[in-house]
C-alpha cells in the first residue's frame, strides 16, 4: 500500500524525559515503512536521534506531516509555526488534559502505521487574527486574553461585534475563544464546551463588575472589537497564553477568524465526547451504556 504522507517531521516542546525515547522510536517505525523522517530545532538538544535536524523553511517546503509528541501546548506551538502553514498535525499524548493529541505511546505503532497508509479522520480547526490599531497581526488557536495584568485590578472596554455596540464592562478581563478553546482557559472559567464543528466565537468576561453579564456565542464570521475607554488604560494580551504584549491609552482590538486553517490528524474511530468524558471524569461513576 502507497503511504498517504512520506515526508514527516517530529516537533516537541514537552519536557518530559521520554520524548527523546519516542521521538527514536517514531524514526524507526516510519523509516521502516519507507518514509523520510527528520526532526526540527525543537528536538536539537535530544541525545541519540537517527533523524537529521531540518530548519522551519525545510520543514514547510518539504514536510507532508508533523508529527507532535507531548501535550496541547506542543500541538499550539506547531499549530502556529506548521499548521497555519497548511501542513497536518498528528499528536503523540504525553499530557494529562490534552484535547488535541490522540495517540498514547502503548498505541504508537498501529495507530501510527495506520495513519501513515491513510486510515485516518481530518479534523479542520480555525485560527484567531488580531491587530491592535489596525496594527500586526498575531495569531492564536485556542484563544485571546485581553486582562489587566495585575492581581485584583479591573481594565473598563466597550465591546463590539460587527461594529454593533454590545456593553461597557469593568472586569479583570475578556477571553475570546474558538470551539477549540472552549475546553482550554475559557473552560476554567466557566464557560460553555464547544463542539469543535461549530464555526462559532464565545466572548467570556472574567470576573466582571456585573451580577448580570454571561458568556455570549457568536457567528465566527463575526468582527469582535475591544475598544479600551481611558486614555490611561494598561492591558496585556496573550495569545494562547504563549505570546503576550502590552497595550497602552485608547487601544482598539480587532479580533476575527483567520484565513488559515489548521488540519489534526486523528486516528479513526476518535470521538470528541469521548474524549470529554476520559479528559473530564463525566460519568466516571457510571457504567457506560451497551450496544
Known amino acids: 500500500m502507497k503511504n498517504q504522507f512520506s515526508s514527516i517531521c517530529i516537533s516537541s516542546t514537552s519536557k518530559n524525559k521520554k520524548v527523546a525515547l519516542i521521538a527514536s522510536q517514531i524514526y524507526e517505525i516510519l523509516t521502516n515503512r519507507g518514509c523520510k523522517v527528520f526532526h526540527d530545532s525543537t528536538l536539537e538538544s535530544c541525545i541519540g536521534l537517527k533523524s537529521k535536524y531540518r530548519n522551519d523553511d525545510f520543514i514547510i517546503k518539504n514536510s507532508d506531516l508533523i508529527v507532535a509528541i507531548g501535550g496541547d501546548g506542543t500541538i499550539l506551538n506547531c499549530s502556529r509555526k506548521y499548521g497555519s502553514r497548511d501542513l497536518p498535525i498528528l499528536g503523540i499524548n504525553l499530557g494529562k488534559l490534552g484535547f488535541l493529541t490522540d495517540i498514547a505511546p502503548s498505541n504508537i505503532t498501529s495507530q501510527l502505521l495506520d495513519v501513515i497508509e ?6 479542520n480547526r480555525f485560527f484567531l487574527n488580531t491587530k491592535v490599531n489596525s496594527k500586526k497581526n498575531f495569531l492564536a488557536l485556542n484563544e485571546i486574553v ?16 460587527d461594529s454593533v455596540f454590545v456593553y461597557r464592562q469593568k472586569a479583570d478581563g475578556l477571553i475570546i475563544n474558538t470551539p477549540t478553546g472552549s475546553t482550554a482557559y475559557s473552560l476554567s472559567g466557566g464557560g460553555p464546551i464547544v463542539h469543535p464543528s461549530l464555526d462559532v466565537f464565545t466572548i467570556l468576561p472574567m470576573f466582571p463588575q456585573s451580577l448580570s453579564t454571561s458568556s455570549l456565542i457568536v457567528d465566527a464570521k463575526s ?37 488559515a486553517k489548521l488540519n489534526l490528524i486523528h486516528p479513526r474511530g476518535h470521538d470528541f465526547f469521548e474524549s470529554c468524558r476520559t479528559k473530564l471524569g463525566w460519568s466516571s461513576n457510571l457504567i457506560e451504556p451497551s450496544d
Do not use: C, P, W
Open 118 to 123: 491513510g486510515n485516518y479522520n481530518d479534523d
Open 146 to 161: 485581553i486582562h489587566s495584568g495585575a492581581i485584583a485590578q479591573l481594565i473598563e472596554f466597550d465591546l463590539y461585534v
Open 223 to 259: 468582527k469582535i472589537t475591544v475598544s479600551l475607554v481611558s486614555k490611561t488604560s494598561k492591558a496585556t494580551l496573550s495569545f494562547d497564553s504563549h505570546n503576550s504584549m502590552s497595550v497602552t491609552g485608547n487601544a482598539d482590538i480587532e479580533i476575527k477568524r483567520s484565513k
